[in-house]
């Protein structure tokens, strides 16, 4: 059975404080990575797909990176915009993504 | 373009009670998946169809079916709600081989 695990569970910084988030996963045949961002009342929006170990993705201040393990969502100088639940998905023989719980993100000014 | 669009946002039921979650999509994917979601428990596949005429179970089906009634349109139904189906509950769709899911706003349902 796939799983996906995310650490922290919460993550408090002060804008400016870079930090990550990690997605540890276990799967047969690793399809693809997702991490997806939500915010509150909303569903959540696609933000990385990563494919194989070494790829990386960026998109203003996050970036993502993956190993046969683990990725890891890196949060450069974060503003308050950025505070949001960080949702990490996998994907094996088909595309029913398995989630992990998130990491929420609270960002202070 | 409206995306993916859920009916209704928002819904009491008492236990026993039926009722059909609507989700429609506007971007000619061909798959539409449904999750729960609940808190500390991440998102949960309940069901998901592949392609129009087929469905099939996800983690969590138990209590619930589903019709995939054409390529834009996928509802879930609790026959007999229970309060354990008390959660958020969110349609998505997905072109072709990719990973990114579309989602809708959500539907939150309450079991008393």
């Known amino acids: 059975e796939d799983q996906v695990t995310q650490s922290p569970e919460a993550l408090r910084l002060q804008e400016g404080e870079s930090s990550s988030l990690n997605c540890s996963y276990t799967?047969?045949?690793?399809?693809?990575l997702f991490w997806y961002r939500q915010d509150p009342g909303k569903g959540p929006e696609f933000l990385f797909t990563?494919?194989?170990a070494g790829e990386e993705k960026e998109k203003e201040r996050l970036k993502a990176t993956l190993t046969k393990k683990e990725s890891f969502l890196h949060i450069t100088a974060p503003k308050p915009e950025d505070s949001a639940t960080y949702l990490c998905?996998?994907?094996?023989?088909?595309?029913?993504?398995?989630f992990g719980a998130g990491t929420t993100v609270t960002v202070r000014a | 373009n409206a995306g993916v669009t859920q009916t209704p946002k928002f819904q009491v039921l008492k236990t026993g009670q039926s009722m059909t979650l609507q989700c429609a999509q506007d971007?000619?994917?061909?798959?539409m998946y449904w999750y729960r979601q609940d808190p500390g428990m991440g998102l949960r596949l309940i069901y998901y169809?592949?392609?129009?005429?087929?469905?099939d179970k996800g983690e969590v089906p138990n209590g619930y079916n589903v019709s995939r009634l054409n390529k834009r349109e996928f509802s879930l139904r609790l026959e007999s709600a229970a309060p354990s189906q008390t959660s958020v509950y969110f349609c998505a769709s997905i072109p072709t081989n990719t990973g990114e899911l579309f989602f809708g706003e959500g539907s939150r349902l309450t079991v008393l």
């Open positions: 799967v047969s045949g690793l399809r693809g």
């Open positions: 169809s592949a392609s129009e005429g087929t469905t």
């Open positions: 971007m000619n994917h061909n798959s």
């Open positions: 998905a996998v994907s094996t023989n088909d595309y029913k993504l398995s």
């Open positions: 990563l494919y194989s």
